[in-house]
């Protein structure tokens, strides 16, 4: 759920994606961390970045600049791209673990922005017109 611009989780949410993704200990560790920041999504994010040695400012919109930098590794494979559609986040991290477009303790944070924010806007800037 979004309040404002940020995406905040409840804790049945939390709980919910606990037990869809049990094979992916660094999405289970982001839901830790966003448990810990409240629910916050950009929080937990930034705090998961400082943990990966990456060094993000505290501006709103650092995971959405974060997952940008993501757009062209996210959206460009039709596959994945079709699993973010689904909201299949298992599928979505597997087709991601083997070359993550970022550190892969943010993977999580970011896919979940994606999908707060609807994967077609998303991908739309990389989509050529007409197709």
């Known amino acids: 759920m979004t309040m404002g ?3 905040i989780l409840s804790v ?5 994606l606990r ?4 094979e992916y200990p660094t ?30 400012d505290r501006c709103d919109d650092w995971l959405e600049g974060l997952a940008k930098r993501c757009r ?5 494979q039709e ?4 699993a973010l559609d689904r909201q299949a986040l298992a599928a979505a991290l597997g ?3 083997e070359n993550p477009p970022c550190p892969p303790l943010l993977l999580l944070p ?22």
Do not use: K, M, T
């Open 27 to 56: 999405a289970l560790e982001a839901l830790a961390e966003i448990e810990d920041c409240e629910g916050d999504v950009e929080d937990a994010a930034i705090a998961l970045a400082i943990r990966a040695g990456q060094q993000p």
């Open 79 to 82: 596959s994945l791209r079709q």
């Open 95 to 97: 087709y991601l673990d």
């Open 12 to 16: 049945e949410a939390i709980a919910q």
């Open 72 to 76: 062209v590794r996210l959206c460009a």
């Open 5 to 7: 611009n940020r995406l």
């Open 110 to 131: 970011v896919v979940l922005w994606v999908l707060d924010r609807g994967v077609e806007a998303f991908c739309r800037p990389l989509d050529r017109p007409g197709s």
């Open 19 to 22: 037990s869809e993704l049990p």
